[in-house]
């Protein structure tokens, strides 16, 4: 997972919405200031994300009366992700993130469809660690440069966390029931991370950065059961919660404001797949993709980092999933699940380096990278 978070702590990327599954953040951000660790260097911090959401999408097609009905499902996700960067040598580092998450999902339709309900999860979500290497002397190549990582992701977080949940247990009781795919903290797999970041100078004061993850869950299935089967018979295929992949890539260009203060904008795309690159693709899962345009902007004094951005939504898709594929064969008939989508997200980002040894780089090029 590469710079695991405090590289990645500023200029996070992470998914959004219920198509997230999960809360996950890459190991891989474009701060260049906390990547440029000299042998013995720590850098510590943490990332605050929030993010509610409750705008259904079928492909590419919002569902307005979802909201004017008051029928939608409304997700509020609050998470933290505390991580440590240890500099190996001026161009290898290796890095820890512990995640936790605190999550609700209010609903009709996990009720009975009689009343809205509400259900909660927290704790430690799956912890991540990792290694990465810029392919080139920093010190020689101040101009641009390229990071590559490797990580695992641990399924320490809980993927059977329970509520209860009104109008649906015998004799229209309450029930305990494991709470949706969306709000659990883990996925119950073990995961595989590649990452990448790049930056360029293009200009006096202007550099253009880039930087994305893929997650590797071979993992099918985790045994957690959906109950979506009890809405219909022909949902028995989506009984049990899939163990799917993540990605996320952005890019965009940073400008110095002031000596402390910098800007940047730029796009980002991620979501869930259809299908993963290994293993099998049984199971329930919500794919989607969200494209978002994503400005911020940061400060850096000595060692202290803070930076902000707040990526907002302006494409939103929810593809047809495998098992919507394989009822629509079955049924005949047109099948097309859908997803609920934030309008943006709030990144939060504050980190501290404890210094040794620092990689000797221009003061112009770090100050590109505060954002």
Known sequence: MFILVSIMG??????????????????????????????????????????????????????????????????????????????????????????????????????GREERNTTFSRGLADIRAGVGFWLFDLEKNQNGNLALGLGVKLPTG????????????????????????????????????????????????????????????????????TFRETLSPILQNEAIMAVPDQFSVRAGISHLISSAISASLGARYEGVPVKDLIGGNAGFRRPGNVLSIDPGIAFI??????????????????????????TQEVTGEPRAGDAAFADYLINVGVSYRFSQNRVKVNPELMNQFKN
């Open 10 to 111: 500023f200029h996070q990327l992470m998914a959004q919405g219920c198509v997230a599954i999960r809360h996950f953040s890459s190991c891989v951000g474009n701060t260049l200031e906390n990547n440029l660790l000299g042998p013995g260097d720590i850098q510590v911090g943490s990332n605050y994300r929030y993010f509610k959401s409750f705008r259904h999408f079928r492909g590419t097609e919002e569902e307005p009366d979802r909201v004017s009905n008051e029928t939608e499902v409304i997700n509020h996700s609050h998470s933290w992700d505390f991580f440590l960067t240890y500099g190996i040598s001026d161009r290898w580092y290796a890095s820890i993130t512990i995640p936790t998450v605190i999550n609700t999902r209010s609903s009709l339709y996990e009720h």
């Open 158 to 225: 809980n993927y059977n966390a329970s509520d209860i949940f009104y109008n649906v247990g015998p004799n229209d009781g309450p029930q305990v029931r494991p709470v949706d795919q969306s709000i659990q903290p883990g996925d119950g797999g073990f995961g595989i991370t590649l990452d990448f970041q790049f930056y360029r100078k293009i200009g006096e004061g202007f550099f253009v950065y880039g930087g994305g993850f893929y997650l590797l869950n071979p993992r099918e299935t985790n045994g957690t059961r």
């Open 301 to 326: 004094k000595d060692n202290f980092s803070l930076n902000l951005n707040v990526p907002f939504a302006v494409r939103r898709e929810r593809p047809q999933s495998v098992t919507d594929l394989q």
